[in-house]
């Protein structure tokens, strides 16, 4: 296929070409990306489960009391706090280790605008989606790339939140701190995590639920897409891993000198290796 | 079990902090800080017609602490025996606690980053022994004990002999440290030190007044609409992907 | 013979009540210490006494891992009885002072300088010795004076006489508490000493004359004052300042200063109109009582209204309230009474109304000492000197005996003018001649006259800047000092310094650096006991009681016989006078031809736009010890002047400024915080005495405050005695910028 033929919406599919496609399996989650999101689940539930039992005291209080009262009895609010901290400062050095490791690939700010940027498609998309809903228009989504509006949202919410949550804790965890900047802290800590909680909400829904989105759900597990899903979701990531798969070929067959128009088509993007990961997905 | 309180006699405290000595030596209260400090009334009157006396305060223990509800973490609580800790472990040192004693009691100690305040030397007390002040005050002018034991000193001195408590008409916590002594002279030495007003740390206002309800109101919408979009998908049985 | 026999009785009849007594180391209520509270088995309690001043406080240590972690009173104390002071408490924070003596060090830049290099003990006793031999050589061993203060120092006392100098002097007669101990000593036979033997617990009304007590900290002192108030005493306080004491007293006369004799001529003669006095005691035990009486005729209270600025209703209501609640009335003998240069005369006055109140050696007056026979170490005997002492004690002034403390200023008086002969060394132990001195221009001018000059102590106090050599040494904690052998209490009792904890750096104890010092100058005879136990053990033998029981409960009390009438043959006479009488009119006195009954002599008055300088002590300090002590130094970093209202107007002073005090002599003090208040006359200017210290190696004090030391550069000498009356220095307060 020319890569110049390749129009810029998904065209129409027919059954055979559909039926080929869901054969296909794209890789689209390295399997550090996989890890670490799981990681991060395990974490949160961990921390979510002891921090919602450490805050006790009527005024404050998120969980209801029965809960509070359950964690504090069985555990200790002592042993949860520092289980909290625990797991806490574990989160943080992984996560360290990844931004370093990683920083290339996740947190270039290049990468940050290529993979969670929200574009003109993205706006486009978020109206007509919500609309969708609500029934209220007919009209078709435009076409996302890796990760579509709403995913890029949550991550966008995740990326900001993170850091604050984790410093918020580490000015509550170690007592180096004057008191006002601790009390600060303190509500920065839990308004960012109930932000991050309300993203929640809707990325497990999505994400678990939502049965439309169940590949994205596998992709989690296996690392992997099946290629009309990714066609049909994330057009514009199946356009260039197309483009790839493309000069990949020509690479092998060997240049055509008087073919300029092939050469004209060699992307202006950096090569992406195959299979490397754009970002941490919904 | 016990409600344990400390009368302090006027009459005979000379002012000479003894008592602020051996509580800085015996729980490591850093410089410029105190769990329980001596401030002498300023002197009234005319030459030569003059009063002045001096005035002890720690921690009151509350009956009703005010500084209990503000404290996030549960961290400062009340033990059974009426003495109102603070649990270092889990206090992250938010000084909301600080900001809610009207009597001002209670300090964030830099040198661990929590809060400290007198506790009547709960673990001393635990140990069958008297609160360290009480122990050294030479003039013997502080008295200590359990105001459940009716044979106890501190019953006869608040509910047979009067002792009084820093109280004012808009505040009564039932602070358990009471005081004795000649009548004009603590008349003189209460209204010289009046407790203050409860207050709330801006952080803690925040969250209370504002930001819980909007975390609850973001988390409850989404919760919400995202139990519509699942009631929606159920009943209309949106198309599979495979078709 | 009635077959009830009293017990005192029976006791003079077997005469063995001496014996008896001494065997019977009561430990009533004693309770052997058990480990600290805080449940860790490897705290130890240490039983020992303070010294955060001299009142000598019973303590208990806690200490772990050689540690010590903190400092209680020791409830088997039978004077203190748990209860311990501010400064007590903080005694921890003196032990680990950053600022203190470490090691020997010998001066390497000039006098004053401040420059020295560590050097060992070895070498650092070696010059002790040599310099000391030499000045020997050159002029003889009168020529070394030594200044000590403290238990401590008492061991190097022993070989500075063995060494051969009679000059010895601690501020603690002349420029402290002297004076009443010659008033007293001439009336009752017997000095007050220390512990006062004062009851103020059992008293129906107390007198305070200049005392300041709640300021002045002294525990049991305290715990007394709190409890006779507290059982319904009645309390009359002479003061122009409002002290704390005076806050709680039933009157309070702010009587003009120096005016005190006049004041107490007229309670006598109110007590005498009105025969307020113990006519059964008097006849019993007293002379002169018709002298007395008709020496007083003439000073009514009408006369001494104008001359103490109090209302004769005053006087009299006030001498009339002792003589209703007589022989219960505690006069208190005052402690630092070098006020006026009149002062053993005031002294007498006191000692005269509590005998006519017929207070001396009754219950809620005076009670008297019981006699402890405590050991003594033979000594080779003291090498005799044909020059007699330098300070005039015995000669010039012939109540300061060879029992006294010797008269600090005269030997300074004897360096500067090298007569009646040449002083050419300085031996300073725990004494700081520059604060506790007057007229310290004079102090500085005689150091510099010294050919050698050594400080023994335990911080770096201004006057080690001067010397050629400093000896560390160490704290009360981490040393043995002679125990404590106390008889002015109602239960006399032993009470051990022990150490705490081992001496930290090379800081050595007092008992160390004299053995060593005796050895380097071939004295080692003078100090035939081995070791602080074999010390303890001598001197405590013949008391039956042992020193493993001294030092694990801390004090062993005895029976006491404090009022008459629990006295015995075996104490004496009750009052060892040359009469054997109470001597209302002193026959000594009479014999040197000094006043025998007071006189009242009016002091000056401040001169226009000045106040007298008056000074005291605040609760949480000692004199100029404590002000290095951070925790202390938390409490009360500097010192303020207090003055009235009035004198500050005239003078532009507003409250909270910042001033500096001049005097008449032109003299300046550091700048000083003014402190403008109704609790002080206008023609007074007090401020606490200890603080400005001239010290840069006292970080924490140093430049904090003012001191009134160079304030007092006039003192007024009491003629008797040899005392500097030091309250007689008028001051100006200026602004600190118009400075």
Known sequence: MNAKSLPLIPATLTLDQMREMQQRQIKKHHVAIVLLHWFNALVWFIELSTGLGLISAPAFRIAPEWYTTMMTNAFGAVNLLRLHIAIGMVWIIVFLVYGVFGYRDYLHHEVLIREIGLDRDDFEWLRIRTLLLLKRTKEALPPQGNYNAGQKLFALLVYAALPIIALTGLVMAFHVFPPSLVAWAMLLHLVAVGMVVSGLMVHAYMGAVFPEEKPAFFSMITGMVNELYAYRHHYKWWKEIKEEERLWEQELEGPKLDDTSARSEVSPLKPREEGSPADNGL | MARYAMVIDTERCVGCQSCTVACKSEWDVPEGFARTRVRQTGVRGTYPKLMTTFHVSQCNNCDKPTCVPACPTGSTHQAEDGTVRVNRQLCIGCGSCVAACPYGARFVNPVIGRVDKCDFCSPRLQAGVQPACVETCPAKAKIFGNLEDRSSDVYRLVYREGAVRSETSGLRIGPNVYYAGKEEMLELEMSSFLPGEPRTVPAAWVWTALAKKFVYLAVGATFLGQAVAFFHQLSSGEKQFEE | ?739
Not at chain 3, 319 to 333: C, E, K, N, S, Y
Not at chain 3, 428 to 436: H, I, P, R, T, Y
Not at chain 3, 632 to 649: C, H, K, S, T, Y
Request: charged share 25%; hydrophobic share 40%.
């Open chain 3, 1 to 739: 013979m009635s077959s009830k026999l009293t017990r005192r009785d029976f006791l003079r009849k077997t005469g063995t009540t001496a014996a008896i007594t001494s065997a019977i180391a009561t430990t009533a209520g004693a309770q052997m210490l058990q480990p600290g509270h805080r449940g860790d088995t490897r705290v130890e309690l240490v039983p020992s006494n303070c010294e955060m001043c001299f009142w000598r406080c019973g303590i208990l240590a806690e200490v772990k891992d050689g540690k010590v972690l903190k400092i209680q009173g020791n409830p088997n104390h039978p004077l203190t009885q748990g209860k311990l002071c501010a400064r007590g408490n903080a005694g921890t924070a003196l032990l680990n002072d950053p600022d203190r003596l470490k090691y020997p060090l010998i001066r390497t830049g000039a006098r004053g300088e401040g420059k020295f290099r560590k050097a060992s003990w070895d070498e650092a006793l070696d010059l002790l010795a040599t310099r000391l031999n030499d000045i020997k050589k050159k002029y003889g061993p009168e020529a070394v004076a030594y200044f000590p203060h403290g238990v401590s120092s008492g061991f190097f006392g022993t070989v500075m006489k063995a060494f051969g100098t009679p000059n010895s002097a601690e501020p603690a007669f002349a420029q402290c508490r002297g004076a009443r101990d010659v008033g007293y000593q001439l009336t009752f036979g017997r000095p007050v000493n220390s512990p006062e033997p004062i009851d103020l617990e059992e008293a129906k009304v107390i007198v305070l004359i200049g005392s300041h007590i709640g300021e002045n900290v002294f525990t049991s002192q305290v715990t007394a004052f709190a409890e006779g108030l507290k059982r319904g005493a009645k309390l009359i306080v002479v003061d122009p300042r409002f002290s704390t004491a005076a806050s709680k007293a039933d009157w309070w006369m702010p009587i003009r200063p120096g005016s005190d004799i006049a004041l107490m001529l007229a309670w006598m003669n109110v007590l005498i109109a009105e025969e307020g006095y113990d006519a059964e005691y008097l006849e019993k035990y007293a002379l002169g009582l018709k002298e007395l009486s008709e020496y007083v005729k003439p000073f009514t209270p009408e006369w001494a209204e104008p001359l103490t600025d109090l209302s004769a209703s005053m006087i009299r209501e006030t001498a009339l309230a002792m003589a209703a609640a007589r022989p219960a009335v505690a006069i208190h003998p005052g402690r630092h009474v070098s006020w006026y240069g009149d002062d053993t005369q005031r002294a007498r006055a006191m000692a005269i109304l509590t005998a006519l109140l017929g207070a001396y050696g009754r219950k809620g007056g005076m009670f008297l000492p019981t006699k402890l026979k405590s050991g003594r170490i033979p000594l080779p005997p003291m090498p005799e000197s044909d020059k007699g002492r330098a300070d005039g004690g015995g000669s010039k002034f012939p109540l300061a005996s060879e029992e006294s403390q010797g008269l600090t200023q005269e030997l300074v008086e004897a360096t500067l003018t090298g007569q009646p002969y040449p002083i050419k060394a300085w031996i300073v132990f725990g004494q700081n001649v520059l604060e506790s001195i007057p007229q310290r221009q004079k102090t500085l001018k005689a150091i510099e006259q010294l050919e050698f000059m050594a400080v023994i102590d335990v911080l770096p106090v201004e006057q080690s800047d001067y010397a050629d050599l400093v000896l560390p040494e160490c704290t009360y904690l981490e040393r043995y000092d002679p125990p404590a052998i106390v008889t002015t209490a109602k239960r006399p009792f032993v009470a051990v310094r022990q150490a705490a904890c081992e001496p930290m750096y090379e800081s050595k104890p007092g008992w160390w650096i004299a053995k060593q010092a005796a050895k380097h100058l071939g004295l080692e005879g003078y100090f035939p006991w081995q070791d602080p136990d074999d010390h303890l053990r001598r001197l405590i033998a013949p008391l039956g009681i042992r020193e493993s029981e001294l030092k694990s409960l801390g004090a062993v009390s005895f029976a006491g016989r404090p009022y008459i009438e629990d006295r015995t043959e075996d104490d004496g006479p009750l009052f060892p006078t040359q009469s054997g009488k109470i001597e209302l009119v002193s026959s000594v006195l009479k014999d040197l031809k000094f006043d025998p009954l007071p006189v009242y002599v009016p002091q000056d008055s401040p001169p226009e736009g000045f106040a007298r300088l008056i000074y005291g002590r605040a609760p949480m300090h000692s004199f100029a010890r404590s002000e290095n002590n951070k925790w202390l130094a938390d409490l009360m970093p500097e010192n303020q002047v207090w003055i009235g209202p009035a004198f500050a107007a005239k003078g532009g002073v507003r409250e909270g400024q910042k001033v500096v005090l001049q005097n008449q002599d032109g003299i300046r003090s550091a700048p000083i915080y003014a402190r403008v208040t109704e609790a002080i006359r206008n023609d007074c200017a007090y401020m606490v005495h200890g603080f400005g210290a001239n010290a840069p190696k006292l970080r924490e004090a140093h430049r904090k405050g003012a001191s009134d030391t160079p304030l007092i550069s006039r003192v007024k000498v009491d003629p008797i005695m040899g005392g500097t009356g030091m309250r007689v220095n008028f001051v100006r307060v200026l602004p600190a910028e118009e400075a």
